[in-house]
């Protein structure tokens, strides 16, 4: 087997390296040491600084996956939220409201009301049809509050996941700031 004489920089000590050897450890130092060969010269690097690449390309790489799971998080909220969403006859899209779903109800059931008992003092047909708007009214009033129950509870789920992605991202970004 033969020996390559290596100066190692970083101590000055002198190192015996064996052909083929790809890593080896400072007798004098203890630094471990990667042995690179190129065709006029044989050196050697530092592994604590190739470490220190390793770790900040790991960390650069979990700030990206971060990044991308707040990307699609908020990607499938807006296809989650958008099925909730209330569409007025005219196309304005809005927020499903508890509020607005009672008083919406009410109204409608209280004008469905109103119209059983006027048309009901002249026939019994015009009454059925409006108990029917009555039911409809009160069927709307029910489905719409559970939208915005299913809303406000799917968008808390996703504040509370994004809020820890991103905790996460800035615990990261601290710790890089620091190093």
Not at 50 to 77: C, F, G, Y
Not at 139 to 156: D, G, H, P
Request: aromatic fraction near 8%.
């Amino acid at each position: 087997m033969e020996l390559e004489r290596v100066a190692y920089g970083n101590c000055g000590a002198g190192l015996q390296v064996p052909d083929g050897v790809e890593y080896i450890t400072c007798r004098h130092c203890g630094s471990s040491l990667r042995v690179q060969h190129t065709e006029s010269v044989t050196f050697t690097s530092v592994m604590q600084s190739l470490q220190k690449q390793s770790d900040r390309i790991a960390e650069n790489t979990d700030v990206l996956r971060l990044q991308n799971e707040i990307l699609l998080l908020d990607q499938e909220w807006e296809q989650r939220s958008s099925h909730l969403m209330v569409h007025g006859k005219h196309g304005p899209v809005s927020t499903p409201d508890k509020t607005s779903s009672v008083i919406g109800g009410v109204f409608i059931t209280v004008f469905g009301l109103a119209w059983t008992i006027i048309a009901g003092s002249f026939s019994p047909v015009p009454a059925i049809f409006a108990l029917m708007f009555v039911g409809f009214g009160l069927w709307n009033c029910v489905s719409t509050y559970r939208k915005a129950e299913s809303f406000a509870r799917l968008q808390a789920e996703h504040e509370r996941k994004r809020s820890r992605i991103l905790s996460q991202l800035r615990s990261l970004e601290k710790h890089r700031s620091l190093v």
